[in-house]
């Protein structure tokens, strides 16, 4: 449209709050674009693909400000002429605005501006003059409350009030709202979210999810033997139901757990579990209906099932599989794990310069910075030491789970930039391989389980728009 087509009836002035919440006037803010006629969806692809995040932020926002015109100049007259279409166009822009804002949302993340979302989100809950739009901004806010703050309170009563429009989906939108809310939590407080997420809605896919986690969140506070025990139980359960009544998300799930049970056993136990696994995620396999990310995310712990089990020919086989299908952080993370298990520090920098190039969540990033302790480690460099360092004192944004081993982590490698003056001293090498190899061990509880299931199976409603394949508040960042 040119400029004459801003009709001001409809259109704001000039000097007016402009729609997309930003807080600028129209004239400095979404008025240019909204008035050449080049398309900003592709820009804002284009964008995004450059990973130009300030640009996307900003186009983001203009096609949001052109649509919450539309609807300004369409649906409230046609709710007066004809009340029943004017009801039916009225929840379509809902539904599309929602979108938008998730978009929008996802994109003041990336350009690294979350501190404009709440205000933002204030300005846009009056854009629909509609109760069921204010509930929709509530989970935008339950999000942005969890991201900006921390403040699960407040992130829960918002999704509260969002879960009380839909009914229907109270249960998922609730398991949501709680799952984002966990990530940052302690493990005691993450424990009883697990409980409260099984009461909620006790499925097959639930009990082994969340049983599984509680049993991780032990073994964080150093409660092995509850682990185990907790871990035996669910499995001695789950070995009475036939595969052939489980979904593929079931599958996928019972499989990831015996993997972290396999862990806990010794070796005469350990690869009958591994072998049990591996039933299962071929059975999932077989199904067929995994997006191209379920089919690496599949093969990488096939791959994990091997190498734990100590066959790192069939793991690297897994693997490199796994990246066929994607090019996303499981096959990557796999082989440069797989790298440094054989002794390859090199290879495994490589796949770590790599990793380092996407967009992490937070548990991914820390994975990623351990590993490149442990290189740091292997090929005895302190300027990677020092660099490893760096990354965990200027990220203030650690989950408290994480927090405790970033500073086991750094108190290591420190020690490893004033040892490495005396080489001859390799006490301090020593301790520090053997956290990292103990770390290296219970990755799974961070990376296995963090992740959003729904994204891994076709045809399956995300529920959020994710940046990762999905995790959550990870789903912020993994785009
Ligand atoms: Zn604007």
Known sequence: ????????????????????????????????????????????KTALGAKEF???????????????????????????TNPALGQQLLLIDIDAVFSLVESLFDAHVWAKKQTLLLGCLARLELAIDDSRWKNRIAYFRASAFYLLSNDRDSALAEFETYAGWRESEKESILQFGLDLTAENLGSAERREVCERIIAIKPSIENQVQYRTLVAMDLLLDDETA??????????????????????EMALYLVATSLVHLSFLENEDRRLPLLEKA?????????????????????????????????????????????????????????????????????????????????NLSTSQLFDVNVLLGSVAIAKRCKDLAREVMTKFSHDATLPPALEKRAATL?????????????PQKRASWRRALSFLSKHLELKPNIGGFGINVNALIDGKPQGHPTTDDGSNSTRLLEK
């Open 54 to 80: 300030g640009s996307y932020l900003v186009l983001q926002r203009a096609e949001l400000a052109r649509y919450l015109l539309r609807h300004r100049r369409h649906t409230p007259t046609l709710c007066q």
């Open 278 to 358: 591996r039933g299962y995620y071929r059975t999932a396999l077989e199904r067929g209906s995994f997006t191209k990310l379920g089919l690496a995310r599949l093969h990488a712990l096939l791959g994990e099932s091997y190498e734990i089990a100590g066959d790192y020919d069939a793991a690297m086989k897994y693997y490199v599989l796994a990246g066929d299908h994607s090019d996303r952080f499981d096959s990557r993370y796999g082989l440069a794990r797989m790298a440094i298990e054989r002794n390859e520090p090199d290879r495994a920098l490589f796949q770590l310069r790599k990793l380092a190039e996407m």
């Open 226 to 247: 509850l682990a185990v025990k907790l871990l035996r139980e669910l499995h001695k359960e789950i070995f009475d139901v036939s595969t052939t009544g489980m979904s």
């Open 410 to 422: 750094l108190s290591d490698l420190e020690t490893i930039l004033r040892e490495s003056r005396k």
């Open 1 to 44: 449209m040119n400029d004459s087509q801003l009709d001001p009836r409809y259109y704001p002035s000039p000097k007016d709050g402009c729609p997309c919440g930003a807080g600028n006037t129209f004239r400095d803010c979404c008025r240019p674009f909204l008035v050449e006629s080049a398309s900003i969806e592709d820009a804002a």
